[in-house]
């Protein structure tokens, strides 16, 4: 079954944590870099991280030094650990494979909202 789950999300203050996780199945997950996007209202989907299957990141400028890529391929999950949250990170998040599938397949994903 093809699936992809995000959770984690929720509203935080500025400066404040959230952290991501999302499961995967096989099929999607298997031995492919996985990535972290995210969509902001009114705005096109942007990459904010992705971690190959070896363990080698790579962030958005926006994000670098304040959100930290992980996974498990055990248990096909990844995760984003998200620091320092400022407005401008609202956004609902996905995680898919890096990059896109194809078949444009995507989760519900999981909304963030940094506010005061």
């Known amino acids: 079954q093809v699936q992809l789950v995000e959770s984690g999300g929720g509203l935080v203050q500025p400066g404040g944590s959230l952290r991501l996780s999302c499961a995967a199945s096989?099929?999607?997950?298997?031995?492919?870099?996985m990535g972290w996007y995210r969509q902001a209202p009114g705005k096109e989907r942007e990459m904010v991280s992705f971690?190959?299957?070896?363990?080698?990141?790579n962030y958005a400028d926006s994000v670098k030094g304040r959100f930290t890529i992980a996974r498990d391929n055990a248990k096909n999950m990844v995760s984003l650990q998200m620091n320092t949250l400022k407005p401008e990170d609202t956004a609902i998040y996905y995680c898919?494979?890096?990059?896109?599938?194809?078949?444009?397949?995507w989760g519900q994903g999981t909304q963030v909202t940094v506010s005061s």
């Open positions: 096989v099929f999607i997950f298997g031995l492919k870099t």
């Open positions: 898919n494979t890096y990059p896109p599938p194809p078949n444009d397949y």
């Open positions: 971690i190959s299957p070896g363990g080698s990141t």
